[in-house]
């Protein structure tokens, strides 16, 4: 069996390993041990998650990310470098055609725990509620402002690309 199939196995403390080295640790160790020990496989909805895959998956996200702080740092330095990466991975998906299978395996598993990214802002706004407060007027006048110029430009970009799809028809 090839390491690309391997599911991953979960040992208590959320440490995983291939099953090539939990077949070595069962061969050689567990006779040395009194009771039996059961093989946990750890297994997600969409099937079983692997680790090389996974491994190659925030490579690849890392990978884009230092090209986006490359950029930043001796091109574009008025633009933040994760921002860079992710236009450069928009990018390369959109010449390769697909979401190869690691970065959407990868990508999946950080989109169902997105929630927790927004634990560091909620507890900054709780540190900072009473610069917060001296500045509320400020904030919610330039929140408006932006909510407004984005509806306005979402709207004009959507008349524009509909009257190309129009004359293209």
Known sequence: MSMLTNPRTQI????FLTDS???HFFRYLMPLWPEPHQRLTFETAHGFVYTETMIQGLVQLF???AL?????KFALPFIPGPVLGLVLLLA????LGAVPASIDLVGGGI??????????????VVLYLPVLKANAWAIS????????????????LLKVLAKKEQAHE
């Open 12 to 15: 208590p403390g959320g440490i």
């Open 21 to 23: 080295v939990i077949d």
């Open 63 to 65: 990978i884009f990310q």
């Open 68 to 72: 986006g702080e490359l950029v930043s």
């Open 92 to 95: 390369f998906l959109s010449v």
């Open 111 to 124: 989109l169902q725990h997105l929630g927790l990214l927004f634990i560091p802002a909620s507890v900054g």
């Open 141 to 156: 006048a330039a929140l408006v402002i932006s909510v407004l110029a984005t509806v306005a430009v979402t709207a004009g």
